[in-house]
């Protein structure tokens, strides 16, 4: 299995530019999490997926954040327009169900100057 | 809401030494999971723990789900070279599809 696969690995965009991240969950895996990691907040979960519904944004920064599943295998986190305080290392992580492992992917470095 | 208190922030210490760190919680879970994660990579599961006292091993690491469900520790013995990287505890809840993370222990080893 491939794992989950997120691209870019890495991102440099000017402040106010859109971002688009993207993420394949692990096929047959009906859980997507986005998380965003910094050194101040650690790892913070910002939204979930279940069967491509979002189940949980509670963790969405602002409105400027937004997510979409518009299929099992495909998801983007999309910043808009982006600010140097988004600068932070996003992940995307899928588990076969709620109580099982979450297999993170390698995430996104994100640097917005 | 719930916060993970993950001690010691960091840690450097020479190949061969055992080391130790633990979790603390304000409140109870059902699951304690911990993490590594290496430089330029995402988190892997390294242990998980589903009953309270249960202790697992996955070779040269140690972990134990606390009593009072609360807390946790992570042992690794005889340290190498490549257990450099960030350790992460994680809680949680039955019923909960969410984790909530520590802020990490990041272990340094030198030769």
């Known amino acids: 299995d491939a794992g989950v696969i997120q691209s870019p690995r890495h991102e440099v965009t000017e402040m106010g530019q859109e971002v688009t991240l993207r993420c394949k969950p692990i096929s047959g895996h009906d859980y997507l999490f986005w998380y965003r990691q910094t050194m101040m907040r650690g790892l913070e979960l910002l939204i979930y997926?279940?069967?491509?519904?979002?189940?949980?944004d509670s963790g969405m920064p602002e409105d400027r954040f937004s997510a979409k599943m518009p299929n099992a295998s495909f998801s983007t986190l999309k910043i808009q327009p982006s600010e140097p305080r988004d600068s932070a290392v996003y992940f995307c992580?899928?588990?076969?169900?709620?109580?099982?492992?979450?297999?993170f992917g390698p995430g996104t470095r994100l640097l917005v100057l | 809401g719930q916060q993970l208190n993950q001690s010691p922030q960091s840690m450097f210490i020479q190949e061969g030494e055992d080391v130790s760190m633990n979790c603390t919680s304000s409140?109870?879970?059902?699951?304690w999971l911990w993490y590594k994660q290496d430089p330029g990579e995402g988190p892997v599961l390294l242990i998980a723990?589903?009953?309270?006292?249960e202790l697992t091993s996955n070779g040269r690491l140690t972990a134990q789900f606390g009593i009072t469900r609360k807390d946790s520790f992570l042992n690794i013995s005889a340290s190498i070279p490549s257990d450099v990287g960030i350790y992460f505890c994680a809680g949680q809840l039955t019923g909960y599809s969410t984790l909530t993370f520590g802020k990490g222990t990041m272990l340094l080893v030198s030769p």
């Open positions: 997926f279940n069967n491509n519904v979002p189940i949980d």
């Open positions: 409140s109870i879970f059902n699951t």
């Open positions: 992580a899928s588990s076969s169900d709620s109580r099982e492992t979450q297999y």
């Open positions: 723990l589903y009953k309270a006292g």
